[in-house]
């Protein structure tokens, strides 16, 4: 038994309850006014009556019973309906838990669907990302593996490997005989699907990651170019929706915005610049570590010292490219209220063979190029013109799974092409499936079944 | 349309809808899996199925049906039973709200209850009451009155006035006569009797208040008597339950506990005594505020200082018991365990008195006595000795009626024993009416509804 409603005071909470039992256990608590049993009662039914301890009236309320295996967990349920009052709640729970009722842990009713084989692990798992879907994109892309879309895919996967094994099989036997194989180019075929299938999943993750986690975006610069502006002004935009959530370490505080349904964190760092002093340096080596850890870097330059500071700038910028190819840096030229047409013409000129991906104009103190910057920032990270339907990987022990799938597929190619024996193809081929089923909890060690429906609420 | 179940991410999430085109609506945005409609089911049916705006998948719902009257408005409802996150039930309610069905006002469905004649106010009341109920007393006291205790009892009350006022008219009908009425004992007997049970439903308000706010008790005493180690260790007493709640006024904390389903709600006050300095003054000015408002005065003494304080002591006691003399006091020596025995005996004899109600022994910084002076409050408060089949009043809009129906009754009675005429004692006999009237809603302005159900959570 778990309440499945939030902590609260509220119209309503409801407690739910599963097992063989329930049903008659209710029915010693519950008086109907007709005084009709729960017992006889079908599944998918509401009822009313009274909930008694003894003599004493602890509440009034609806009881939904729910016969096995038409419930979510497959097994008889029941939930009960109550005044939203903790105390009542309380009373109620504790009345089960005398009688041998134990309180449920967290996701158990779903780890229960999962055992009794009302869904697989995606489906389940996406129960979770359902629940906490704060965005469009996020409530998409869980409704679809809900919906088991991942499920079907990874099945399929499935039967294209038990093909492909066979076919290896057969040209393997055949091999020794010299015997050319019809079936070569069905075997390629199934083999280059499969791994592209897998790959295509495993690049989703990042997709899914921005989904998911939103993306970080680190504000980087020189001291006093304008850092601490520029995020209040984000912040401030009227169409931004502005949340402030506890950072994943060391309690720092990350400002995140939500984008045309894409959420970015916005991570302010301290000012980079040439210094001795030992605490300051300190604090550059974090803004760095910072930056590296980002998924995108807005790098502010001051329009007003450009001369000044051009040239470490560029190099800065370049050492930054070096280390991090792939992530995209995105160049601002702060405080161009300030300056004036011939300053902004040599900046624009100069700056174009800078080592950044973008080069945007703006003032952070009067609002301007705000616009500019936030489109720029949507178009990089677009998602939602992905097709709807296709699977988009979120989960991170799914995406290592894939990973895993992925290696031990290529180690059977290899072994494949290199001639090697049927008995060591079928090692990978088997580790594959393994990878592939872990996903699905259809061979999942039960730690981590434990490990997994923890992260759940109470309740569900 | 409102969500029933608390703010915040949980398992699951119920928005309630009533009114009469809520399950035709409802029916545009679910499908059932075998396609069958919401609007052919009967009430107290749970339909599970999808909510579709449009191609675009919202949930996986469970639907509650409920036909007019049985329903807890009296109208057409339908329960929906969402997955627990925020954006489902934004988006749910969006897709409602475009099709104009209006978010209900705090209190709305009971209200509506109210008006579609499916209780009367006082039962309404008690569904706030039950819903807020923290302790067992409070819950037994919202559950009688949801029960309709309070309500047949005041229609019994309605029932003897009707009568009353019949017998008085015939008895100054026939008074011109002078004839003696038979029934004289009778009428004598239903205005004692009336009277009686109105004054009893008036004094058990003040127990009521206890029931439902707690019972403030302040902490004085002077400097340095150990007024902060006393909080302390009550607090800290295993078998309490602390709560913090925010204090009425001016953002004081209160600290509360329960001992024994009663609570205390202790509020510690600056020291007391003789000062020159401002803003010392102002301090104790304030505490003999907070003292004056308490329902009972802890007033600590410290033992090693008996001699140096006691004149003062005694002088500050008997001012404050002639200005409250219904409050209790009680009189508490403490640091006994640094006192000797000489010294002890030496004190019981002078505080014995001493103008306080009782006089207690206690060591805050060993926690001696305290189990005594715990006793000692519980006793003073306790409500559960009460007849539980009895009404407490313990809403201050029904007491205010009460006192004014009294005050009418008075009146009746006046007129009635100077011989006025029928007319004027049948104004003062339908003001009795009417103010009883007003606690059950039968007679109850608008404005005074709006105010009565705004006090309720949204969704009830």
Redesign the interface.
Known sequence: M?????????????L?LSGPDVIRLTDELFRSPAGKLLTDAKG?????GELRDGEE?L??V?V?VFRAPHSYTGEDAVEI?L??????MQ?VMEWFSARGVRPARPGE?TMRAFLNGKMDLTRAEA?AD???????A??RVA?HQ??GGFYRQLQDLRRQLVELTALMELELDFAEEDVEFADRSRLTALLRNIKTEIKRLIDSFSQGNVIKHGVAVAIAGAPNTGKSTLLNTLLNEEKAIVTHIPGTTRDTIEDVITLQGIRFRFIDTAGIRQTDDHVEKIGIQRSFRKINEARLVLWLADALRWDEQKDELRQRLADFKTRNPDQPLFLLINKIDAADEALLEKIRRESASMPADEVLFVSAKHKEGIARLEEALVRRFRTDDADAGATVVTNIRHYHALRNALQSLTEAEEAFAAGLSTDLIAVDLRDVLQHLGEITGEITPDDLLEHIFNNF????
Chains 1, 2 share one sequence.
């Not at 998918?44 to 009313?48: E, G, I």
């Not at 609420?457 to 569900?460: A, D, H, R, S, W």
């Open positions: 778990a309440p499945a409603t939030p902590q609260g005071t509220g119209a309503i909470a409801v739910r998918y039914t509401l009822h009313y009236l509440d009034e609806l939904s309906s005044h939203g009052s903790p105390y009542i009373r009713f129960v359902l629940i906490e879907a704060e965005t469009e996020q409530h409704m809900l919906r609420c109470i309740g569900k």
